[in-house]
């Protein structure tokens, strides 16, 4: 293995690592908050909201990301959808995690006590204060385990946004090996780099759910 | 002369096909304990909820201090009372359950001070020395910056019992408050309950101590398949018991040491 090589490439694996960051967290945040929408609607919203929802993230988890991304590149100009590869790999990334967190969320809603909502009914909490203080609270304690795989999920995808020209960690380290006809070297650097995000990652999930642990019952 | 704390008239409720509450007619006078009580599946639990609206009755009239609680008497039957006024003739009600329904990520202050301060909106410090009063009234100032799961069973519930009281409601409904604790736990929480009735406290409490409901209760409710099947005071329910369905139910709490509440013999000396 050449070990020169894989010095001489650092600069580079870290450009690369930076575009992977700046994909993976926003794109956790928005599919975050974009996931919670979703929950809360179907929540709330009616038979009606929640089955047109659920069939909408019925594809979305039905197909390959690579498929989604794909689509989003090369088929959104068609309808007028022309961005960039990095904004595309981003707003692909969000709607794709967001179908999956919206049904983490909404099993974490619904694992929540029910006489934890008559709790705070009972002593005059409205609707949207319940959610506030209570509900959501309580589902994000829930949730924090699959929240944690699926934010490691979402990091080892961002590797898809390569076949888009994103020059994320996956696009400049095959790069690199092909350049170099280092096919081998490339894909150590990579499952180094993954991992090591990994369990950078894991390893701050478990912390907090250490920390949180006094919240729990039971 | 004022209005009974709580009137229940022709109160019904359905689940499905079944009907879990037929037809209750039931007045509450202020300061007074009572003490619903029955066998499983008779309704005693379904009716308590309804008096705090978190079942909605589908007949009859709810009435606590006067107001109607969730539906009242319209020209084609009843109509449907706004969110806001429901909340408001709630405010009159506390309530206790059987699961203690503490919030897991807030503290003991924390989970009494959360409805003083995004309720009535009492500003941080006002709202946490009224926790802490209704804390140390339950015995637990020292356990404020607890949280649930740093708590035993009873504490748990009397801190439960605190978060209702906070907020100064006219009648305290308790809904089973033991029935998850053990015995030895089971003692703090009634000893709380009995300091309540003692201070003239209207209560409502389902219960299976039959023993607490003896001693505290001025008021007994017998209820079976959603029907009060007997109600009286608790010396006439209790020592009398001539009704055969409630001797039969008695009976189940001889071995537990109750006999002597349903020996007839027993003199009435309190």
């Known amino acids: ?66 498929v989604q991304i794909f689509l989003l590149y090369y088929g959104g100009p068609f309808i007028g959808w022309d961005f960039d590869a990095p904004t595309a790999g981003l707003l692909g990334l969000s709607v794709y995690g967001a179908a999956y967190f919206a049904e983490i969320i909404r099993g974490g809603l619904a694992a929540v006590p029910r006489g934890h909502v008559e709790a705070a009914a009972c002593v005059g909490m409205t609707r949207a204060q319940t959610l506030r203080r209570v509900l959501l609270p309580e589902m994000a304690l829930l949730i924090l385990p699959s929240t944690i795989n699926m934010l490691i999920v979402l990091m080892k995808e961002t590797a898809v946004l390569s076949i888009i020209t994103v020059p994320e960690l996956t696009a400049v380290i095959t790069g690199i090996g092909s350049l170099h006809f280092a096919y081998a070297e490339a894909a150590f650097m990579l499952a180094v780099c993954y991992w090591g995000l990994t369990e950078a990652t894991g390893l701050l999930g478990r912390g907090l759910e250490r920390r949180l642990q006094r919240f729990r019952l039971a | 002369m004022t209005a009974p704390a709580i009137r229940l008239s022709g109160v019904c409720k359905n689940y499905g096909t079944h009907r879990a509450i037929d037809g209750v007619d039931l007045v509450v006078q202020p300061g007074e304990v009572a003490c619903l009580i029955g066998p499983s599946g008779s309704g005693k639990s379904t009716l308590l909820r309804c008096m705090a609206f978190l079942e909605e009755h589908d007949d009859g009239l709810i009435e606590i201090a006067g107001d109607p609680l969730g539906f009242a008497p319209g020209e084609n039957g009843r109509i449907r009372l706004p969110d806001r006024e429901i909340a408001r003739v709630r405010r009159s009600i506390g309530m206790v359950f059987q699961q203690f329904n503490l919030w897991p990520h807030r503290t003991a202050l924390g989970n009494v001070s959360e409805a003083l301060r995004f309720v009535l909106r009492l500003l941080r410090p006002a709202a946490e020395r009224r926790a802490m009063a209704y804390l140390d009234r339950v015995g637990l100032a020292d356990r404020a910056g607890h949280y649930p799961s740093q708590l035993s069973g009873g504490q748990q519930q009397r801190v439960a019992i605190a978060r209702a009281l906070a907020l100064e409601p006219r009648i305290m409904l308790f809904d089973e408050p033991t ?67 409630l001797a039969r139910f008695l009976e189940t709490y001889l071995d537990r040491g109750a006999s002597m509440l349903i020996a007839p013999e027993q003199s009435d000396g309190a």
Do not use: C, K
């Open chain 1, 1 to 66: 293995m050449n070990l020169e090589l894989i010095r001489a490439s650092i600069p580079e694996i870290i450009d690369g690592l930076g575009f992977t960051l700046l994909m993976w967290l926003p794109g956790s945040a928005l599919a975050l908050a974009l996931g919670l929408l979703v929950a809360i609607l179907r929540h709330y919203g009616g038979p009606a909201l929640d089955r047109g929802l659920q069939a909408l993230l019925g594809v979305l988890r039905g197909t390959p990301f690579l």
């Open chain 2, 179 to 245: 029935s998850s604790l053990d015995p030895e736990l089971t003692g703090e929480v009634l000893g709380v309950m009995r300091g309540l009735a003692a201070d003239g406290m209207t209560m409502v409490i389902v219960t299976h101590e039959i023993g607490f409901a003896a001693h505290v209760a001025q008021h007994v409710v017998f209820l079976e398949q959603g029907r009060i099947a007997l109600e009286g005071s608790a010396s006439a329910v209790f020592r009398r018991p001539w009704n055969p369905r």
